[in-house]
């Protein structure tokens, strides 16, 4: 079993930055693929990053070159940090985790993955940007 606690959300204006933490706790095996997921309001969620526990991510084209996700496997902590956030990033942001996807090891791409493909979730925190 894991536990998911995600924290750090919160209301910035557009330019901000916020950084996302989510702590892990459980089987180590179970976390080797971690991503963060967003659902904003009437909308679907849509994952936004995903990173393995040998540090191989992938991330959607709205936010590359803005958020950066990471881990620290010593912590079996994840990581989002948020920079020059914009109105649209406004949603629940929710941390995910998973044992390895695909054979070999590896996790699925943010543009494959869906949320059946992780089993434990968080609870999600706010992120609202402001104009």
């Known amino acids: 079993q894991v536990h998911l606690v995600e924290s750090g959300g919160g209301s910035v204006q557009a330019g901000g930055s916020l950084t996302l933490s989510c702590e892990a706790s459980g089987v180590t095996r179970s976390t080797h693929c971690m991503g963060w997921f967003r659902q904003a309001s009437g909308k679907e969620r849509e994952g936004v990053a995903i990173i393995d526990s040998n540090g191989i991510t992938s991330a959607i084209n709205s936010v590359k070159g803005r958020f950066t996700i990471s881990k620290d496997n010593a912590k079996n902590t994840l990581y989002l940090t948020m920079n020059s956030l914009k109105p649209e990033d406004t949603a629940r942001y929710y941390c995910?985790?998973?044992?390895?996807?695909?054979?070999?090891?590896?996790?699925?791409?943010?543009?494959?993955?869906?949320?059946?493909?992780?089993?434990?979730w968080g609870q999600g925190t706010q992120v609202t940007v402001s104009q």
């Open positions: 995910a985790a998973n044992s390895p996807q695909v054979a070999g090891g590896y996790c699925y791409t943010v543009t494959v993955a869906t949320q059946g493909d992780f089993s434990y």
